[in-house]
C-alpha cells in the first residue's frame, strides 16, 4: 500500500539558508550591488581555486560563459564546433550567434555524455573547438578527448555547468578545459539565481573575457572607446555574496545531492521497465545534478505520458532534453547528413524524465515518489 499523498513535490526548490540571506542582506546595505564589488572579486578567487584554474572571470549566466568562451577563441564564420547533440539549446545557440557551425555528436545510451568515438568520424579539417558538455549524472571521460584533440590542434571548452563539485579521475570538473564554463541558474549545486562563471589558466583568453562581458569597453581615459562587439553579460556584487555563501558548504551539498539519488536508485534499481542511473558505473561517480530516468519497453509509456500520471499525484517531472537535430530553428544551421541518424539522442527525448530532485528532499518523500514510479511503470495492460 502507498502512503498518503503529499500536497505537491517540486522538481526543484532552491535551499536559501539564513546565512545566505545575511551575506545579501549586508551586500545590499554596502551600496554596492552592481558588478563591481569585492564580493564578486572573492567569489571568483574562492571558485577558481576550488576548480583549480588560474583565472575566472564571473558572467551573467552559463549561456553568456558559452558564447563568451567561443568568441574568446575566435570561433567565427566557416568554423566547425563539435557539440552534444543532446544537450540544451544553448550550446548550439552559442555556436550558430558566431556564424559558425555545430557538428553534432550522439550520446550514450546509459551514461547520456557525449559518444567519445563518434567524435573522431566528426572531426574536419574546419573543426576548431568541442564544448566537451558533463550531462546529467556521471563525468565526461574528458581525458580521452584530450587526447583527440591535441593531436589536432583543437581547443576544449568543458561545459561543468551541471557537475559544479564533481571529481574525474580526482580532479575538479571544470579543471581540463583550455576554457571551462559553469552556471549557476537556480537548480544547480550553487546558485546565484542567475549567473555564470568562465575559467581557463590563459592569461590572453581571460583578459579577453573579461572585455567581452563588459561591452569591449577601454581603459582609462578611453573607456567608451570600444574595441570589439562585446556584450553586457555581467555579474553583481549581490549574486556574488550568495554565491560565496553556498560555496562554503559545496561538500555538503554535493552530499546531500548524492543521498537523494542513492535513495532513489535503492527503491528504483529494481523495476525492469525503467533504467535508473547507478550511483557508481565503469569507476564513475556519479553527482545526480538530476535524477533522471530512462523508461524501457516493459512500461508500454513514454515520458510524456508517466510525467502526465505523476502530476496526478502531485509529482512535477521534466522531460528530457530534446535533441538539437529536431531543433526546428537549427535545420538550416547544423552540420550534417543524411546517415546521422542519432538513435540514442532520440530514445532519451522521447522516454527519458526526471524526478523531483531537490537537496531538501526527504527520505520519506523520495521513497514514496519511487513507490509511486514503480506502481505506474509496473501496471498490466489490459
Request: net charge positive.
Amino acid at each position: 500500500m502507498l502512503p498518503k499523498s503529499y500536497k505537491f513535490i517540486p522538481v526543484n526548490e532552491p535551499v536559501v539558508t539564513s546565512s545566505d540571506a545575511k551575506s545579501v542582506y549586508k551586500t545590499v546595505k554596502s551600496g554596492w550591488i552592481s558588478s563591481t564589488g569585492n564580493e564578486i572579486n572573492k567569489f571568483e578567487k574562492k571558485f577558481s581555486k576550488i576548480i583549480n584554474k588560474k583565472y575566472a572571470t564571473t558572467v551573467s549566466n552559463g549561456t553568456a560563459a558559452l558564447e563568451i568562451a567561443l568568441k574568446a577563441l575566435c570561433i567565427g564564420k566557416n568554423d566547425e564546433v563539435i557539440i552534444p547533440n543532446f544537450t540544451i539549446i544553448s550550446t548550439a545557440l552559442a555556436v550558430i550567434k558566431l556564424n559558425a557551425t555545430p557538428v553534432l555528436v550522439d550520446c550514450d545510451h546509459f551514461n547520456w555524455n557525449m559518444n567519445i568515438d563518434q567524435i573522431k568520424k566528426k572531426i574536419t579539417k574546419k573543426t576548431k573547438a568541442i564544448i566537451a558538455t558533463h550531462i546529467y549524472n556521471y563525468p565526461l571521460e574528458i581525458d580521452k578527448i584530450i587526447r583527440i584533440c591535441k593531436k589536432k590542434n583543437i581547443k576544449i571548452i568543458e561545459d561543468a555547468a551541471e557537475v559544479i563539485g564533481l571529481k574525474y579521475k580526482n580532479k575538479m570538473c571544470g579543471s581540463f578545459g583550455d576554457i571551462s564554463t559553469f552556471s549557476f541558474y537556480a537548480n544547480k549545486h550553487v546558485t546565484t539565481g542567475e549567473g555564470g562563471m568562465i575559467l581557463t589558466n590563459d592569461s590572453k583568453i581571460y583578459e579577453k573575457c573579461k572585455s567581452l562581458k563588459n561591452l569591449c569597453f577601454g581603459k582609462n581615459d578611453r573607456r567608451f572607446l570600444n574595441s570589439d562587439v562585446g556584450w553586457n553579460y555581467r555579474f553583481t556584487n549581490i549574486q556574488a555574496s550568495l554565491g560565496l555563501s553556498q560555496l562554503n558548504r559545496l561538500k555538503s551539498i554535493v552530499n546531500k545531492k548524492i543521498f537523494v539519488g542513492k535513495t532513489y536508485y535503492k527503491y528504483l534499481k529494481n523495476n525492469k521497465n525503467i533504467y535508473f542511473p547507478e550511483p557508481k558505473k565503469n569507476n564513475l561517480e556519479n553527482i545526480y545534478w538530476v535524477n533522471g530516468l530512462l523508461i524501457l519497453n516493459g512500461a508500454k509509456k513514454d515520458a510524456k505520458k508517466l510525467a502526465e500520471e505523476l502530476k496526478k499525484h502531485k509529482i512535477e517531472t521534466r522531460p528530457f532534453f530534446w535533441p538539437m537535430h529536431k531543433q526546428p530553428i537549427l535545420k538550416k544551421k547544423i552540420s550534417s547528413n543524411k546517415n546521422d541518424k542519432f538513435p540514442f539522442s532520440n530514445i532519451l527525448s522521447k522516454y527519458g524524465i526526471y524526478l523531483p530532485s531537490s537537496i531538501n528532499l526527504s527520505y520519506n518523500k523520495i521513497r514514496y515518489i519511487s513507490l509511486i514510479v514503480n506502481k505506474l511503470t509496473n501496471e498490466k495492460k489490459n
